[in-house]
């Protein structure tokens, strides 16, 4: 069974070559035939010079992918499924956070579970700030609240899985791509093994809070449609409210200023929900492409 190592680099230079030598080290003996599968998600350092040289001088199948520009780690997923060739893949972070040796434990599990299709690791413990954690957990939370997809607190992208989970998710045309809920999405038999993320080897993470909060929110759009009413519920009790006010408050002078205000908000928020699903509508039917690649680099061609 070969198998695809599908990594997006953005600003990895160094961790290339690590991320490599771990992974050589880890499946000598474990995993007789793999191929790594780069995408350069438009690092502005010098990945593509490290991928390049790696694409030189590996002993085994090495292709780098680069896009024209920075697309974002959606993109490079999907990419790095595009131009894999294995018959089992791999999605796993270019900064060795996630450790070559719990892929072997995935690979084997899939070998041992004919019926398996994918194998999910997810960390029982995060080593992240209070803060992070809490909003995280909420996430969770919330949208298994408000999603007819589950999702599984603290899964991430790093899974091994089967073609036939490949070609499913290739089969989703969005733009507007969140890859915990496509996964999550397409279904087949998935079995979940707990990990540690352990530090960065070298470079600072690219997931600011704000970042982390843009792409909650993208997760939170793409899989459900309970914000859109969110605003008739909303408008409900709010005129129910008023109503009783008007009531209680018969032939009485009130300051009107504060219940225009509430309205307005309400108003306000309502537009804003509607606006987040008309912009993703808007993105879709432009039907431009989720990437595109500057140049491909394959040591077996």
């Known amino acids: 069974m070969k198998v695809s190592l599908i990594i997006p680099c953005y ?5 290339v070559l690590p991320l490599y030598e771990a992974v050589r080290d880890a499946f000598e003996g474990a995993v007789p035939d793999y191929e790594f599968v780069f995408v350069n998600d438009g690092s502005t350092d ?11 001088t590996a002993e085994c199948p090495v292709k780098a992918v680069r896009f024209s520009r920075n697309y974002g780690k959606e993109s490079a997923i999907l990419a790095g ?6 018959d089992c893949f791999t999605i796993m972070d270019g900064d060795l956070q996630q450790i070559p040796s719990v892929v072997v434990e995935m ?5 041992e579970h004919p019926d398996c299709d994918c194998v999910t690791a997810f960390q029982e413990a995060r080593n992240e700030s209070p803060v992070m954690v809490f909003f995280k957990d909420h996430f969770y939370k919330i949208i298994n609240r408000v999603s007819d997809t589950e999702f599984v607190n603290g899964a991430s992208d790093f899974r091994t899985f089967r073609k036939n989970v490949r ?8 733009t507007n791509r969140f890859s915990k809920g496509i996964f999550s999405w397409v279904g087949f038999s998935t079995h ?3 990990y540690t993320a352990e530090e960065r080897l070298s470079g600072t993470t690219k997931w600011s809070f704000g970042k982390l909060w843009a792409y909650a929110l993208s997760g939170i759009i793409s899989f459900t449609t309970v914000p859109l009413r969110l605003p008739l519920f909303l408008g409900a009790g709010t005129l129910a409210a008023a109503c009783g006010a008007a009531v209680l408050q018969r032939g009485e002078k009130r300051k009107t200023l504060p219940a225009v205000l509430a309205v307005g908000s309400l108003q306000l928020f309502g537009i804003g929900v509607l606006g987040e699903y008309i912009a993703r509508v808007y993105q879709e039917t432009k039907q431009r492409p989720v ?3 500057k140049e491909i680099l394959d040591n077996q061609k």
């Open 81 to 86: 499924l595009s131009e894999a060739s294995g």
């Open 291 to 293: 990437y595109l690649i």
């Open 46 to 56: 010098g990945t593509a010079a490290a991928l390049a040289e790696l694409v030189r």
């Open 107 to 111: 690979i084997r599990y899939l070998e």
């Open 192 to 194: 979940y093994i707990p």
């Open 11 to 15: 600003n990895e230079e160094g961790n």
């Open 167 to 174: 070609d499913a998710v290739l089969q989703l045309p969005e």
